[in-house]
């Protein structure tokens, strides 16, 4: 399984640590908001508000390096589009993993 990194952070920072952990404070600040909305969104069954925080959060799987993550965010969020939740349970999974990560960074 994928493993939550900082290489794109670091790419996106050009060496710049001030700059690297600005974003990272931003996205600690961030993430747990939304996956609180995606929660919130998912349990009352609004699928296009949940596909709606799945894009968002989307953008953060892929900013740790989770290009199968990401993959499974696009799809989970097409299926939200029509009504499907098959996905669920893997975007879960990379978004505890996420969490787990930015606890320890």
Do not use: C, W
Not at 50 to 61: C, R, Y
């Amino acid at each position: 399984m994928e493993e939550p990194n900082r290489k794109y952070l670091e790419q996106l920072s050009d060496g710049d640590a001030s700059f690297e952990n600005q974003l990272i404070s931003i996205i600690k600040k961030e993430f747990p908001v939304e996956v609180l909305e995606y929660q919130n969104s998912i349990k009352s069954n609004d699928f296009l508000k949940t596909a709606d925080n799945v894009h968002k959060l989307k953008h953060k799987i892929s900013i740790f390096g989770l290009e199968k993550g990401y993959e499974i965010a696009a799809e989970f969020e097409k299926e939200l589009k029509n009504g499907m939740k098959i996905q669920q349970v893997s975007f879960d999974e990379i978004l505890n993993q996420i969490t787990l990560y930015l606890n320890t960074i």
